[in-house]
């Protein structure tokens, strides 16, 4: 498992399955020390666990809600002991949901941004101490195309995704002067497992996309290993679209 990220520890957010699952295995792949995120299902942030130790990497598995600041602290500081510090956040962790408007509650509106911004403010304010000592870091956000492109019943999704890619680009410019970089991805439609809350599949992955499929996990992990990596060293404030020529920049 010796590669460009020997001795660098990522922590992935919501890493038990699709997305996560693939980003940390990629970058254990490479020589990253993985921590596995997951709030409530132990058995799939453990399973993944074992298949980066049964591949000859390191991974230890951490159960937190990320939008709980005391949740959070528990996780890093308790994992700092046996990983050392950390070099690498990828925010994953996200609730796909679609509901209409004017039937959006203010509750299941303060839910979605909860996850995927103020997730990632908790997270990278948790982990940004870590990083300095070690003269470099690199924090990467998972936002998606939706947000760029408007999406019916998704007002909340596309809110809370906007607001992290605005905090990618404040904490570029607020941290460059420590050598941590931030940036964010978008993908497009992925061929995951959804869950029953986030409504049908789009057809857009099928028939709309000018490559004419929908991306694989590892494409998008494929991405944010480049951004984690030495080959990113100088990527910054940006967000990086992978949707196969739906949104272009």
Known sequence: MAGALSGKVALVTGAGKNIGRAIALNLARDGA????????????VDAVVGEI???????????????????????????IPSVGGIDILVTNAGLRR???????????WREIISVALDGAFILARAVVPHMIPRGAGSIIGLSGVSTHLGAP????????KSGLEGLMRSLAMELAPHNIRANCIAPGSVDTVR????????????????LRRKAHVEEIANVVRMLA??????????TIHVNGGIFLT
């Not at 000859?56 to 949740?71: P, R, V, Y």
């Not at 869950?195 to 709309?208: I, K, L, T």
């Open 33 to 44: 020390t993985v921590i596995v995120n997951g709030r409530s299902e132990r058995a799939i």
């Open 53 to 79: 130790n049964a591949l000859g990497g390191q991974a230890l598995a951490a159960m937190a809600d990320i939008t709980d600041e005391a949740q959070v602290a528990r996780m890093v500081d308790g994992a």
């Open 98 to 108: 679609q509901t209409p408007f004017l039937q959006m509650t203010l509750a299941e």
């Open 153 to 160: 019943n998704r007002c909340h999704v596309s809110a809370s």
């Open 195 to 210: 869950g029953p809350s986030a409504g049908a599949p789009s057809r857009v992955g099928e028939e709309g996309v000018p």
């Open 229 to 238: 990596g030495p080959e990113g060293g100088y990527i910054t404030g940006q």
